[in-house]
C-alpha cells in the first residue's frame, strides 16, 4: 500500500475495526476485508476467516485468526485521519436518528444530507476535564445498545473542540450548570464542518445537575443517548421521566427543562434554523428543589 493511502483504503480500515455487536457489523468487516484481499493485503485464509466471522456480528475473527496461525502483517499500522474519523461520526449519528420516530427528525437528517459532504477543518482542541470525567461512563452505557455509535464518539472525542456555553447570565442558569456542561459542534457555526442555518453536534452534562427552563427561537431535536433523565415543558409543568433513545423535539420560543439522572446526559442535539439567536432563562421557584433532588432514589 502506497505512504499516503486514500481515503477509500482509510474508510475500510475503519469498517475493519468496526464495534462488536453493532448489527451488521460482520458483513461490514467482511466487506473490509475483501477490499484488502483484492489488493494482495489480506490472504484468502484470513478473507475465510472474516466470512466465516461475519454471520456473527458480535464475534471478533481475532480470536479465530489466532487459532489458524493468520496473521495481518501486511495491513498498514498507519491511524485513522482525523478527518474521516468525524466523518465517520457523522455517518453513524445519522444512522442512529434514522432508528428513531418522532417530530424533528426527518428535518434534522435533511440538514445532515445536506452538509454531510462539506470540508472538514480540524484544529487541536483544548482538553476539557467534564469530557474526562464523565464521557467514558455515558459511553459505557451507550455501548450496551450501539457500540459502533459509542466507539466512533470515543475515537473522535480526542479532535473535537468541546465548549461550556457563556451567553447565559451566571445568576440565572445558576453556577452548576454553567460548570457542569460541554458541548461539541460537528457541523455548524464554529464547528469543523460549516454550515449555516443547521447546526448538530454532541451534549454532555453531569449527574444530578439542572439544566434551568429556558427557550430559543432554533428548533431543536435532542436524541439521549443514555437516561434516564427528568423533562418538562414549562415552568408549571410536571416533570417527566424519560428513558435514553426517546427523541425531545422543541417548537421554537417552545420552554424546556432538563433534570440529569445518576447516569452523565449524553445526547445528540440539531438546530435547524435561527442557530445564532440566543437562548433565554425562564426564572421558576423550584429550581432548588430540582437541584437537590437526586433521580432514581
Known sequence: MPNQTSEKDQRALAHLQTAFGQPGSGRLRYAAAMYFNRQGLISDDALEVYRICSADDAEDPATLLSQRG?????????????ALRLRLLVEEVDRYLGELAGPGVAEVRSGIARHRHGDVKLVPPPANALVGRYLETALSELSVSHPALAAVIAETTPHLKWITYDEYPPEKIGESFLHN?????????????????????????????????????????????????????????????????EPVWNEPLAPHMTKVGPTPFLCIYGWTRDVEEIAHVIPANDWPELEALHLGT
Open 181 to 245: 456542561h460541554a458541548f461539541a459542534p460537528l457541523i455548524g457555526h464554529g464547528a469543523p464542518i460549516p454550515a449555516k442555518e443547521f447546526d448538530l453536534g454532541l451534549f454532555l452534562i453531569s449527574p444530578h445537575i439542572l439544566y434551568r427552563d429556558h427557550y430559543h427561537p432554533a428548533p431543536e431535536l435532542y436524541a439521549p443517548l443514555t437516561g434516564p433523565h427528568g423533562w418538562r415543558f414549562g415552568p408549571d409543568q410536571p416533570l417527566i421521566i424519560k428513558p435514553a433513545h
Open 70 to 82: 493468520i496473521k495481518l502483517s501486511l495491513l498498514p499500522e498507519r491511524p485513522i485521519d482525523p
